[in-house]
T-cell receptor, first 113, second 113 residues
Framework: AQSVSQHNHHVILSEAASLELGCNYS??????LFWYVQYPGQHLQLLLK??????LVKGIKGFEAEFIKSKFSFNLRKPSVQWSDTAEYFC???????????FGAGTRLTVKP | ETGVTQTPRHLVMGMTNKKSLKCEQH?????MYWYKQSAKKPLELMFV???????ENNSVPSRFSPECPNSSHLFLHLHTLQPEDSALYLC????????????FGQGTRLTVV
């Protein structure tokens, strides 16, 4: 089965700093890629997703991610974070035509006001 | 509100108890999932149901027993759990297709004492 690695366990930034969270997956075939966010006490919400087409995907709240197939990566970025972005971020992958969704361990983001 | 409702939100049970977690989705989806979320670990996919049929059991101990009576409802029956089973149990649903994302409930926080 496919697997997902998120290298940053906990990231601490000041407001207005730029963010990049790493995500790598292991699977040689066609994949669908996702970033989910979990705000404290809330459910997992979809930030953005990649299925095909333009590898630079824009999501909600100013987030974007870039799929680099050669690197098996799908890193999440935001040019300027806000205190309200404090949350846990999860990268996930499904194999094409299969709904078995696998998640990374998550990255906790703390944004200091 | 995600369209996926889990009850109860919190559950404390003894190791000899029998309890059940309930999940209901109002999105018309045909696939439902149970995940286990433990601190500092990837979300663990436990069970997958497609069209009410179990298609995945990720080596989950038999003390966890899923039930899917219809496409909208999913249960997780718990019996003789261990303290290490304490975690957040998440239910999700999706529509089976090539481009699918999962929608999550808020989870049941389970504590085994």
């Amino acid at each position: 089965a496919q697997s997902v690695s998120q290298h940053n366990h906990h990231v601490i930034l000041s407001e207005a700093a730029s963010l990049e969270l790493g995500c790598n997956y292991s699977y040689g075939g066609t994949v669908n890629l996702f970033w989910y966010v979990q705000y404290p006490g809330q459910h997992l919400q979809l930030l953005l997703k990649y299925f095909s087409g333009d590898p630079l995907v824009k999501g909600i709240k100013g987030f974007e991610a870039e799929f680099i197939k050669s690197k098996f990566s799908f890193n999440l970025r935001k040019p300027s974070v806000q205190w309200s972005d404090t949350a846990e971020y999860f990268c996930a992958v499904t194999v094409y035509n299969n709904n078995d969704m696998r998640f990374g361990a998550g990255t906790r983001l703390t944004v200091k006001p | 509100e995600t369209g996926v409702t889990q009850t109860p939100r919190h559950l404390v049970m003894g190791m000899t108890n029998k309890k059940s977690l309930k999940c209901e989705q109002h999105l018309g989806h045909n696939a439902m999932y149970w995940y286990k979320q433990s601190a500092k670990k990837p979300l663990e996919l436990m069970f997958v149901y497609n069209f009410k049929e179990q298609t995945e059991n990720n080596s989950v101990p038999s003390r966890f027993s899923p039930e899917c009576p219809n496409s909208s409802h999913l249960f997780l029956h718990l019996h003789t759990l261990q303290p290490e089973d304490s975690a957040l149990y998440l239910c999700a649903s999706s529509q089976l297709s090539t481009n699918t994302e999962a929608f999550f409930g808020q989870g049941t926080r389970l504590t085994v004492v």
